[in-house]
């Protein structure tokens, strides 16, 4: 068991004996905590009203609307923690980049980073200076939120190349893997400023508040296993170990990563938050009882009659290990998600009669 460091924030301290902070630690719980990726958004009637008028990254940076946006899954749902409500993109746009987040398609840049010039124009992040309404945001919603824990979340180095790298999303993140192969030093230092770029957003949530960090590597899962431990890997432990005195969980999250495993939880993580595509049973096989666990129901299972969502959920949890595990998704709550199936899955998860003893 790892205590919380002495360095933790108030706020973070009294989250400490929070189920989600206790299972990711592999500490006995009562029951099974669950929270989901996209809780807060595109998925609640009370958000669409907010975002009339307003674009995302407004929204994300105006903290009375950032908090509250947060809030509303935590009031909807009953889940066992919130997520910060924001976008991995907002801290490039704090330090210059011209980034849009179009409805629909996702981040897109103006200007996308194809060489050593451009990846020189990165500069690092100054939570303080360039994004100040983060701290005040995490900090409003820690004085609303009671005993129910905060994430603070981040994108992780290669996901953040791939949008500037290809200019905006791609399925098989083409150029970036180009340049990857074809320049390794110039991918190393882009994925370097990226890694401090994440951690100084990292460290300014948990100063401010959050009681649990996650990293937002989604598109990993496009890397060989080779590829990932020679041009990723490196810069990811780092990433964590850089966060390990502020003595709070650290997730790691990537889509189609299962072939990934025990690279990933070779970077240090707390918890590996796992996609659908991989077992919960077969991952705890793989990665030992040390690591905790976090998903992993399948999305679309959310658009399917309640008789389905209940047995695709209740088989998850049939799946998942008696300590350290949290449940979750593998991947985001989906746009046409009628508002009230999440809270019924937070329901079936806090009756889930499974003895959590070791």
């Known amino acids: 068991m790892r205590a919380l460091a002495s ?3 108030p ?3 009294a989250t400490a004996q929070s189920l989600l902070v206790r299972a990711l630690r592999g500490e006995p719980v009562e029951r099974v905590p669950v929270w989901f990726m996209r809780q807060a958004g595109r998925s609640l009637p009370e958000y669409r009203e907010l975002r009339r008028g307003r674009t995302l990254m407004e929204l994300a940076r105006i903290p009375e609307l950032a908090a509250e946006v947060t809030l509303q899954p935590v009031r909807r749902h009953g889940v066992d923690a919130a997520i910060l409500f ?3 993109v907002v801290p490039l746009a704090a330090i210059g980049v011209d980034v849009e987040i179009r409805p629909g398609v996702g981040p897109v840049m103006a200007q996308p980073v194809r060489s050593a010039a451009d990846v020189r124009h990165l500069r690092p992040l100054e939570p303080g ?5 983060l701290d005040e945001t995490v900090r409003l919603l820690c004085s609303q939120l009671d005993d129910v824990p905060l994430i603070g979340f981040a994108g992780g180095p290669f996901t953040l190349a791939s949008y500037l790298v ?6 098989a993140q083409a150029r970036t893997k180009a340049l990857m192969l074809s320049d390794p030093p110039l991918f190393h230092k882009l994925l370097s400023r990226l890694a401090d770029i994440a951690a100084a957003s990292l460290r300014a949530q948990v100063q401010a508040g959050a009681a649990a960090i996650q990293v937002f590597d989604s598109w990993i899962g496009s890397l060989s296993r080779e590829q990932y431990e020679r041009h990723v890997a490196p810069v990811t432990r780092r990433l964590f170990a850089e966060l390990a005195d502020l003595g709070v969980p650290r997730i790691a999250f990537g889509v189609g990563s299962g072939h990934l495993l025990e690279a990933i939880a070779a970077t240090g993580p707390d918890a590996i938050g796992l996609d659908w595509r991989t077992p919960l049973d077969e991952a705890r096989r793989r990665l030992g ?3 905790a666990l976090q998903g992993n129901l399948d ?3 959310l658009l399917a009659p309640w008789s389905v969502v209940q047995a695709e959920a209740s088989a998850v949890l049939a799946r998942a290990p008696a300590r350290g595990f949290v449940f979750n998704l593998g991947h985001g709550v989906p746009a046409d998600t009628l508002p009230d199936v999440p809270g019924r ?8 009669a499974r003895s959590w003893a070791a």
């Open 86 to 88: 924001s976008d991995i």
């Open 11 to 13: 706020a973070a301290a």
């Open 299 to 301: 999305p679309t299972a």
């Open 289 to 291: 009882p040390a690591m």
């Open 345 to 352: 899955i937070v329901e079936l998860v806090h009756r889930h």
């Open 129 to 133: 200076e360039d994004l100040p309404e």
């Open 166 to 171: 290809e200019g905006g999303p791609s399925k």
């Open 7 to 9: 360095s933790a924030p």
